[in-house]
């Protein structure tokens, strides 16, 4: 269906009265109209990403598909409730988001997140607002994501982006699933019962927990992803599974190093692909620059998808941009400000006040204002497919990187 989604004009929990049923947060705009950008193209490419996006299903593996909060300082999270952008995803061509519930943070009885009755709690909220509307279908296999495309509706995937919450009990694998999460990240950049995280000195790899778990998610067929994970435990899961896994949001340290490792070698990479996986490319505001392409921007991002096509294949590349409806430089600046703020989107960097902030050097002072061309989820898929048709790149391969290689993936795991 592309561009012909059936939104009726649902907002989320609009079945609730603010400041009666729920506390309420001040959202940011979802599009900001000062900051909105197009990558320009002729008539005749027009036409040809209009019949593109119509006739391929797209997936975006890596999304924070929500309104955030307007001040980027506070730690309100409207007690667990996250409100969906709707109006705006029925404009973005997406057919199926990934959304990476409450990111790895999960902050809601207490600051260092993550528990099990919080996870819960967000995920239980999200799936009663999705039952009183109609548009999004909650995803549970490659049907559901068929189904949405071909009826002008959006899947929406549940993913928890650390399984933090399980603690030492394999068997909640079997509960996350039974509820419908499809994806979960192992780690979140700090250690936990199943391996390191890539923030920490030290990486010992999957632990034997881990390893269970590992084996639990193949059989339960939920996705396993270790974009936060150490680079040994990263590579651990990648072969021990027995299914494929994901990097659902990342890159290649070789084109943009990180001292804290949130780029991943080309060598792990290279592994995933030989292992039939699946890396989703990330931008996460100001995470993507390159020697080339120094301000984070559509072409720092599309610089690394043509790396990483050249590193791994066609075959194994595709899309997790990792936006949001919000200001996702102040989320930057206010990380910077406040490095021991949990739950804001990554793992913050002791040494945020010194020009440090996720790990990357920054100076915040000369951080853009917007990241152009992929400022949020509606504007990211659409930027990167009318790049593609710029540069020349085929249908077939189009078609690949911006679902064909995730539906190959789900097919496999699911």
Known sequence: MGSNKKYSGYEAYQYLEPKID??????????????????????????????????????????????????????????GREFLAYESLS?????????????????????????????IQNLGMRL?????????????????IEEAYNTGKLAWVAVTETLNCIENEVDRIDVLSGLGIRSAG???????????????????????????????????????DVSHCGDKTALDAIEM??????ISHCGSRTLTPSRSKRMLPDDILKTLAEKNGV?????????????????????????????????LGIDHVGCGPDTLYGDHIELYRAGGATSKIRGLGH???????????????????????????????TESMRNILRWLIKHGYSDQEISKIIGGNALRLLREVW
């Open 91 to 119: 404009k973005s061509g997406i057919d199926c988001v990934f959304d990476n519930m409450m990111n790895g943070g999960c902050i809601i009885t207490s600051k260092h997140g993550n528990h099990w009755n919080d996870v």
């Open 279 to 311: 890396l989703g490319v990330e931008m996460a505001g100001a995470m993507i620059s390159t020697e080339k392409n120094p301000v984070a921007n559509i072409e720092a991002y599309m610089e690394q998808i043509e790396y990483c096509i050249e590193l």
């Open 347 to 377: 793992a913050m960097s002791p040494d945020s006040e010194k020009g440090e902030t996720l790990g990357i050097s920054m100076d915040l002072a000369k951080l853009p204002d917007y990241v152009e061309g992929m400022e949020n989820p």
């Open 186 to 224: 192992l780690t979140y950049s700090e250690s936990n019962m199943l391996g390191s995280g890539l923030k920490e000195r030290g990486d010992s790899g999957l632990t034997e927990f881990g390893y269970d778990c590992v084996i639990r998610m193949n059989k339960v067929g939920m996705l396993i």
């Open 128 to 144: 009663c607002d999705i039952d009183h509307q109609d548009f999004v279908i909650l995803c549970k296999k490659v049907s559901d």
């Open 22 to 79: 729920y506390e309420e947060v001040e959202l940011a705009d979802a599009i900001r109209d000062d900051w909105a950008y197009t990558i320009p193209l002729s008539k005749t490419e027009e036409e040809r990403f209009q019949d593109i996006i119509e006739k391929n299903i797209i997936i975006d593996l890596h999304e924070h598909p929500v309104l955030h909060r307007k001040d980027m300082y506070s730690q309100q999270r409207s007690e």
């Open 241 to 246: 599974s027995r299914k494929p896994i994901i």
